[in-house]
C-alpha cells in the first residue's frame, strides 16, 4: 500500500533543474555558441527572397552533434519572421527522412501542409482536402503537392533532415523532382536544404541530383572540449537551479563528448542524464560520480537500441549467446553458440544459417560493441571465440521482446544444455 503524502515527500526535496527540456536536442536556443561562421553563411544564402530572388539549393555535412539541425532551424526561424517585408512569404518546411523516407510520404507531407495553408486562406480551392499516406499514384501526390504550392507567391525552404536514410532506403528520384520544381512553378519558388551526417552521401546520388541538390555546401566541424564546455556552461544555467553543480562535472561531460567526435547532443545527454540520477537518489548536487554512472547508462541505453533494429537471424545469434551465458558459468565459445542458435532456429521456424555465416554474425556483433568474441587457440582443436557479453542479459530480452524467438522453449534447451 502506497502511504498517504508520498508525492508531497518528493515535491519538498530541493529540485536540480529549473527545466530539464533546455538539455534535450529538440530545443533550438536563442543563440548558438561557434557556429557563427556556418549562421552567417547560411542566412547569406537564404536572403535571397529578401530581394525577390530563389536561394540556391544546399547540402549541410557533419557528425551528429555538430549543430547542423539546430543551426538550420535557427536561420530559417529568423528568416520567416522577416519575411513578411520581402516580395516572397517564406515557408518552412521540416521532414526528418529517418522517419518519412519514402518518395511517396515526402510528398504526401509536403502536400499537406501546402493544402492546409491554402485552406486557411482561401474559401474554396479546387484541391482535396488532404492526401492519405497511402493509396494514391505517386504522379497524383506531386500533381498535388505541385498545385498547392503554386496557389500563393511563396518561397518554400524544404528541410531533408537524414537526407541520406531517404536516399538508401528509396533512391533519389523524389531530390530529382524537388530540385527541378523551379523551371515549371509560376507563382512560387522552392529551395532544398540537404542535411547529412554520412560525409561520403554525395557519392550515392545521380549526376544530375548531385549537381542540382549541392549548389551551395556547408559543413559543420565538430566541437571540441573547450567550446563543449561553453555550450554546456550556457545550458546548465538556464536548465539546473544555481549552485547544485560540483566543480569538475562540467568539464567531465565535455571531455568524454569531445573524445567521441566533438558531438554537443551527447555532452547535453550526459549532463541531463547525471542530473536525473542526482534528483532520483535525492542527493542536492550533481557530482562527477554522477556523470560516471550517467555514461554507463546511456551506454548501456544506445546498445540496447543498436540490439533492437538488428535483423532476426542476428537477434537469434545475440539470445542464443545469452541463453548459454545465463546457463554456463564459465566462457563460452562460437561452436556452443551454433549449437544452441540451429536449435533456436528449428523451434521458431526459421531457416539455419552455416556455421561460417553465424561466425560472421559474431563478428558483426562484435564491431557493434554488443559482445567481445576474441580468438584463441585450442591446440590440435584449432582456433575458437571465446565469447563475453557486453550487455546485461535482461537488457537484452528487452531489447528482442515481441520476436518470434522469444517465445522459444528455453526450458528444454536448459535440459539440452547440460550435455553441453
Same mark, same amino acid.
Given at each position: 500500500m502506497v502511504r498517504e503524502g508520498l508525492f508531497s515527500m518528493l515535491l519538498e526535496t530541493r529540485p536540480i533543474f529549473k527545466n530539464r527540456e533546455f538539455l534535450r536536442p529538440? $530545443?533550438?536556443?536563442?543563440?548558438?555558441? #561557434?557556429?557563427?561562421?556556418?549562421?552567417h553563411q547560411l542566412a547569406r544564402i537564404l536572403a535571397a527572397p529578401l530581394r525577390g530572388e530563389t536561394p540556391s539549393n544546399i547540402l549541410i $555535412? *557533419?557528425?551528429?552533434?555538430?549543430?547542423?539541425?539546430?543551426?538550420?532551424?535557427?536561420?530559417?526561424?529568423?528568416?520567416e519572421k522577416v519575411s513578411d517585408r520581402s516580395p516572397l512569404k517564406v515557408k518552412l518546411v521540416y521532414i526528418n527522412c529517418e522517419e518519412v523516407n519514402t518518395k511517396y510520404r515526402?510528398?504526401?507531407?509536403?502536400?499537406?501542409?501546402?493544402? !492546409?495553408? @491554402? %485552406? +486557411?486562406s482561401r474559401d474554396a480551392v479546387e484541391l482535396p482536402e488532404s492526401v492519405p499516406m497511402t493509396g494514391w499514384p505517386t504522379d497524383e501526390v506531386y500533381k498535388c503537392f505541385f498545385r498547392a504550392m503554386d496557389g500563393e507567391k511563396q518561397l518554400?525552404?524544404?528541410? @531533408?533532415?537524414?537526407?541520406?536514410?531517404?536516399?538508401?532506403?528509396?533512391g533519389d528520384e523524389v531530390l530529382y523532382n524537388l530540385t527541378r520544381m523551379n523551371s515549371d512553378l509560376k507563382n512560387s519558388k522552392v529551395s532544398i536544404i540537404g542535411i547529412s551526417n554520412d560525409l561520403n552521401f554525395m557519392n550515392y546520388l545521380d549526376? /544530375?541530383?548531385?549537381?542540382?541538390?549541392? !549548389? !551551395?555546401e556547408l559543413v559543420f566541424h565538430p566541437y571540441n572540449a573547450l567550446q563543449l564546455?561553453?555550450?554546456?556552461?550556457? /545550458?546548465?544555467?538556464?536548465?539546473?537551479?544555481? *549552485?547544485?553543480?560540483?566543480?569538475?562535472?562540467?568539464? @567531465? +561531460?565535455?571531455?568524454?563528448a569531445a573524445r567521441e567526435h566533438g558531438d554537443a547532443r551527447r555532452a547535453l545527454d550526459l549532463l541531463r542524464v547525471a542530473g536525473e540520477l542526482a534528483e532520483r537518489?535525492?542527493?542536492?548536487?550533481?557530482?562527477?560520480? #554522477? &556523470? /560516471?554512472?550517467? $555514461?554507463?547508462?546511456?551506454?548501456q541505453d544506445k546498445m540496447v537500441e543498436v540490439i533492437k533494429t538488428l535483423p532476426s537471424q542476428s537477434k537469434l545469434v545475440l539470445y542464443s549467446i545469452v541463453i548459454l551465458m545465463e546457463r554456463m558459468p564459465r566462457s563460452i565459445v562460437s561452436g556452443e553458440v551454433y549449437s544452441v542458435y540451429r536449435d533456436l532456429c528449428s523451434q521458431a521456424g526459421l531457416d539455419v544459417l552455416t556455421q561460417r555465416r553465424v561466425g560472421d554474425l559474431i563478428s558483426e556483433l562484435d564491431l557493434l560493441g554488443v559482445i567481445s568474441a576474441?580468438? &584463441?587457440?585450442?591446440? %590440435?582443436?584449432?582456433?575458437?571465440?571465446?565469447?563475453?557479453?557486453?550487455? #546485461?542479459?535482461?537488457?537484452?530480452?528487452?531489447?528482442?521482446? *515481441?520476436?518470434q524467438l522469444v517465445t522459444i522453449d528455453t526450458l528444454k534447451l536448459s535440459r539440452q544444455l547440460t550435455l553441453v
Open positions: 529538440s $530545443y533550438t536556443p536563442e543563440e548558438l555558441p #561557434h557556429r557563427d561562421s556556418q549562421i $555535412y *557533419g557528425k551528429t552533434g555538430t549543430g547542423k539541425t539546430a543551426s538550420v532551424k535557427y536561420v530559417t526561424r529568423e528568416l515526402i510528398l504526401a507531407t509536403l502536400a499537406n501542409t501546402f493544402l !492546409e495553408k @491554402l %485552406r +486557411c518554400a525552404v524544404i528541410v @531533408l533532415d537524414e537526407i541520406d536514410k531517404l536516399v538508401l532506403k528509396s549526376p /544530375r541530383v548531385r549537381s542540382s541538390l549541392s !549548389e !551551395e564546455k561553453d555550450i554546456l556552461e550556457k /545550458r546548465a544555467k538556464i536548465s539546473f537551479v544555481d *549552485g547544485v553543480i560540483e566543480d569538475g562535472v562540467i568539464s @567531465l +561531460c565535455a571531455a568524454n537518489q535525492g542527493d542536492e548536487k550533481v557530482s562527477v560520480d #554522477h &556523470v /560516471r554512472r550517467a $555514461y554507463e547508462k546511456i551506454e576474441k580468438i &584463441v587457440s585450442k591446440g %590440435r582443436q584449432g582456433r575458437t571465440k571465446e565469447i563475453k557479453l557486453n550487455v #546485461h542479459p535482461t537488457q537484452v530480452m528487452a531489447a528482442i521482446q *515481441g520476436e
